[in-house]
């Protein structure tokens, strides 16, 4: 059945009253002014790991292989080529140069993330405000951790080289050898090869905690970027006073069935917003095959988030769990310029979107500002309103508002409540 839509609109803002600043909010005021920025703590971390580089892996000669007698069965000559193969690989290992290279990659994301976070920050991006204290934890982390890391780092590599010496006086022992020769010394490369996996365990260990957290922080600020400059291609799309946007995903609005538009669904802390972006046939040769086409750009959808009613996810389609679509419907307010929506959203979760709908609506997501954006909430007038606790009419019971809401009609007798006024 097609959708009920109607002329998409921009919204227009309404003013709240403004709340009185806590105590909690001077608080933070005063721990940003005394916070090193990002990049200052970054600049510092680039100076000083030139001053400490990590020394340089260890090579080793690879060990000279030597043909097989011709008259060697084939079984045993596969055996030897194996032995090699095997020692050669645990030797390469034994080195730690992909250990190395993670110590000294930790070293460049603790330096290029900071910068990176700035650059989303001067794009507009103002949520997740912990990613900076995360930053500056890891960085103190690491300060205090990557000692530890290279000492233990060195002291492997060096009981490694002198297991390898062991394991080659073995290996020399497969010139000419026999068959049981050939399975003392492979006995002796499984020993090494166990070694060589608790060194790297016990150094990597120290740090997978940092790396994982950092390869999180990474990815999530690709994703920021990724949302950003998919809003910097609209020229319908500009953010209003104080709005921070916080999602983006591919999505087709189902209008008709499982018809309708393809393009971007982008959530920010005030609207949802669809904007349909796909090569539209216009012309077909035999009604069958494209002849001729457009690329269509429109901003379909464009709603405030306290408009949203209803909200519901779900799964649908598959097979054995494969090729599930999520799916998000929502029900809208009479003041939205549409009554309903079924989204098909491509490549993320439709129950998170859900989930931070609901975050918008209470008012939860400015708590997640950065600290130096969350004064321009109070600037513009649109936090979440004070409504009093019980109808001043007839002493119902008035729920929690969603953010932007600022008249609530009691749904008992009708009465027009109104935000508790901050002195």
């Not at 709005?243 to 591919?250: D, W």
Request: net charge negative; aromatic share 6%; charged share 30%.
């Amino acid at each position: 059945m097609a959708e009920d839509h109607k002329k998409p609109g921009m919204g227009a803002r309404r003013p709240v009253n403004r709340p009185a600043r806590s105590a909690g909010d001077a608080a933070r005021q005063a721990a940003m002014k005394r916070r090193v920025r990002p990049s200052v703590r970054a600049e510092a971390r680039k100076a000083a790991v030139s001053q400490r580089p990590l020394p340089t892996p260890p090579r080793r000669p690879a060990v000279a292989r030597r043909p097989a007698a011709a008259a060697a069965a084939p079984e045993l000559t596969a055996q030897l080529n194996s032995i090699h193969d095997k020692f050669e690989r645990l030797s390469a290992q034994a080195q730690m140069e992909d250990v190395f290279s993670a110590v000294g990659d930790i070293d460049d994301k603790l330096t290029k993330l900071p910068f990176d976070l700035e650059a989303l920050r001067d794009r507009g991006y103002v949520h997740s405000g912990q990613l900076e204290d995360k930053l500056e934890a890891l960085d103190d982390q690491w300060d205090d951790l990557r000692p530890r890391v290279e000492k233990a780092l060195n002291e492997q590599v060096q009981r490694l080289d002198t297991d390898l010496d062991q394991a080659e006086r073995q290996m020399t022992r497969l010139n000419n050898a026999n068959a049981a020769v050939a399975k003392s010394v492979d006995t002796a490369v499984d020993a090494l090869g166990s070694r060589v996996t608790a060194a790297r365990r016990a150094v990597e260990g120290l740090y997978d905690g940092i790396k994982a957290e950092l390869y999180k922080i990474e990815y999530a600020l690709g994703q920021v970027q990724k949302m950003l400059d998919l809003m910097a291609g609209s020229s319908e799309i500009s953010l209003q006073e104080a709005e921070g946007p916080l999602l983006a995903v591919a999505a087709k609005w189902q209008q008709d069935g499982e018809d309708g538009p393809e393009g971007y669904l982008f959530l920010t802390d005030q609207r949802l917003l669809f904007e349909q972006r796909e090569e539209v046939v216009t012309k077909k040769r035999f009604g069958l095959f494209k002849a001729e086409s457009e690329m269509v750009q429109k901003l379909q959808i464009a709603t405030q988030v306290h408009e949203i009613e209803q909200i519901s996810h779900k799964e649908e389609g598959g097979f054995l769990g494969m090729g599930k679509a999520d799916i998000l419907e929502l029900v809208f307010a009479a003041t939205a310029p549409l009554s309903r929506a079924r989204l098909h959203l491509k490549g993320q979760d439709s129950a998170d979107w859900a989930a931070m709908i609901n975050r918008i609506q209470s008012g939860e997501i400015d708590g997640d500002r950065s600290d130096e954006y969350v004064d321009e909430l109070e600037a513009a007038g649109i936090t979440s309103a004070s409504f009093p606790e019980q109808c001043p009419n007839c002493y119902a019971a008035v729920p929690p508002q969603p953010r932007g809401v600022t008249v609530y009609e009691c749904e008992f007798c009708g009465a027009t409540v109104m935000p508790t006024i901050s002195k």
